[in-house]
């Protein structure tokens, strides 16, 4: 090959060596995502890539070499390995003993400036990774060598070894006949007949064979490899010429020269034909990765809506929750308010008043935390199942505050209890009554109160009654105050309390937005880079191989 075309493959080689780079980075960073079925269809198609760009950069290495490349295979046990020792008398250990898979990696060795392939035997029990090694060896060959065996041409080895075929590529049969002799039949001179058995019709299976995929005039030889390596050890010329070893390697040697003398008249429209399948096949995954980011897009708008929405709906749950949980416990502290104006004992109201008001901050406290928690579950569910996202259960934390003391004034029971002896109630209260009002103490007895002292009483009384009820009223209607500053300040405080309780699934939320905001970026980087590798693999293939 020229060697601006040798300088045009190397730069080939370097953009597709670092569009591959590409790929493996893809592909390692997307194995990491949790998003099964679309990285799944993204690996298929990597690998797909990858697998092309592998065979491309396998190609240009192979085109760029001084040697011929021939790989030999056969169903396990045909005679490769023997080839071998019969080629270069090296490898003796490596000749199965009648087992199979003696052979399992692809082994080269040199012979007459060529490099040969000893490939794993195909169609072997339980062979599946032989046969795969088998087939990736023979991509690049100039040359492929079917090592037949005359005792049988078996479907499940002959399938493989017509995958391993490519077009283009030409096939070198070697028929290796199995037939033994015993020493004695080795001293006496074996005729070409009884060393090699249905020559015509082992060629003719061979075409019908190898027609299946468009191979239509193999070279075709001949040899009896046992007895070729019989001649080698035994150091006998006689057994080694009639084993056909000689003829054939003659031949071999022809077709892998010319075969090698051709790949460079069709390796510029081999390569470009591969370099064209690899651009296409990375095409395939950056419009892939391009739809990824696309969805990806989607998915963080309708994420970033529905938590928006579900905020909002959290926080006007929790607005009308407090708003019917503080209405009940202002009720409540108004009918407690009524109740201590009228009670005539000031510590009784005072008590009253102060534990309703406790009782109605707490209930309101508890109703309220029990209706922002289960509106909070219900929208964080929403978010859990509209996203499959993994988010935090919210702790509700909301105490009742300690209200203020409130002390009530005005005392109306002695000055009620003298109106009511007043009004002619009779008895020991009527005394007791009296006796607190420190009023006439002295005059008063039992059946002795006249009406006149009656009216006297009242009249003194009066403003005494109505004092002490104004400043009941008036300390009533502080206390009723207080307790509803209070309560207000108390729901003030429990809503900011529950609003902030929903910051653990905003912070959680705004991770998997940030998360989904650098995916989207590095999805659009690695299509960009993708795509302008291919632009630049595609134009070096076009110069380079000209």
């Not at 191979?215 to 009639?242: F, K, M, Y």
Request: net charge negative; charged share 25%; aromatic share 4%.
């Amino acid at each position: 090959m020229p060697a601006d075309a040798q300088g045009g493959n190397a730069n080939v080689v370097h953009v597709a060596s670092r569009l591959l780079a590409m790929l493996e980075e893809v592909e390692a960073a997307t194995g990491q995502e949790d998003d099964t079925v679309r990285d799944a269809s993204l690996k298929v198609r990597i690998a797909r890539a990858r697998e092309i760009i592998e065979g491309l950069l396998a190609e240009l290495v192979r085109v760029r070499g001084d040697a011929a490349r021939v790989v030999c295979i056969g169903r396990t046990k045909a005679g490769k390995s023997t080839l071998r020792f019969v080629l270069t008398g090296e490898g003796a250990d490596g000749i199965g003993k009648g087992g199979q898979r003696t052979t399992s990696i692809p082994i080269t060795y040199r012979w007459r400036d060529i490099d040969v392939v000893d490939t794993p035997g195909v169609g072997a029990y339980q062979g599946a990774v032989d046969d795969a090694s088998a087939l990736t060896a023979a991509k690049d060959a100039d040359l492929v060598v079917w090592v037949a065996g005359s005792d049988s041409q078996q479907p499940a080895t002959v399938a493989p070894v017509l995958q391993a075929i490519a077009p283009g590529i030409p096939v070198f049969v070697l028929v290796n006949h199995k037939q033994t002799f015993t020493a004695e039949e080795l001293v006496g001179d074996l005729s070409p007949a009884v060393i090699f058995s249905d020559i015509s019709g082992q060629e003719a299976r061979i075409r019908h064979v190898l027609a299946q995929v468009d191979v239509s005039d193999p070279t075709i030889a001949h040899v009896n490899l046992w007895l070729a390596q019989c001649g080698l050890e035994g150091e006998d010329q006689r057994l080694l010429s009639q084993s056909g070893v000689p003829a054939a390697e003659a031949a071999l040697a022809v077709a892998a020269a010319e075969a090698h003398a051709r790949r460079p008249a069709t390796a510029a429209a081999v390569l470009r034909a591969r370099a064209a399948d690899a651009a296409e096949a990375t095409h395939v995954v950056a419009a892939t990765l391009r739809a990824h980011k696309r969805e990806l897009v989607a998915a963080r708008k309708g994420l970033r809506d529905d938590t928006e929405a579900a905020a909002d709906e959290y926080g006007d749950e929790v607005r009308r929750a407090a708003a019917n949980a503080f209405a009940s416990a202002t009720t409540q502290v108004v009918a407690a308010a009524r109740y201590a104006a009228e009670e005539p004992h000031r510590g009784k109201a005072q008590e009253h008043m102060r534990s309703e008001a406790v009782a109605a901050s707490k209930q309101a406290h508890v109703s309220l935390a029990q209706a922002a928690e289960g509106a909070a579950e219900k929208c964080r569910q929403q978010l859990v199942d509209g996203h499959g996202l993994d988010l935090p259960t919210l702790q509700m934390r909301v105490e009742a505050p300690q209200l203020p003391e409130a002390p009530l004034d005005g005392d109306p029971l002695n000055a009620r209890a003298a109106n009511w002896v007043a009004r002619g109630v009779k008895g020991a209260a009527a005394v007791a009554a009296v006796a607190l009002t420190d009023r006439r103490v002295a005059s008063l007895v039992i059946g002795l109160v006249d009406e006149r002292t009656v009216d006297n009483i009242r009249k003194d009384l009066a403003p005494t009654v109505k004092g002490e009820l104004a400043k009941r009223e008036a300390s009533v209607d502080a206390a009723k105050a207080a307790y509803m500053s209070a309560l207000a300040q108390a729901r003030t405080c429990a809503e900011d309390a529950l609003r902030a309780s929903w910051e653990p699934i905003r912070r959680s939320l705004d991770a998997v937005l940030n998360e989904r905001a650098l995916r989207i970026e590095t999805y659009a980087m690695w299509s960009a880079q993708l795509t302008r590798l291919v632009r630049e693999l595609a134009s070096e293939a076009e110069s380079g191989m000209d």
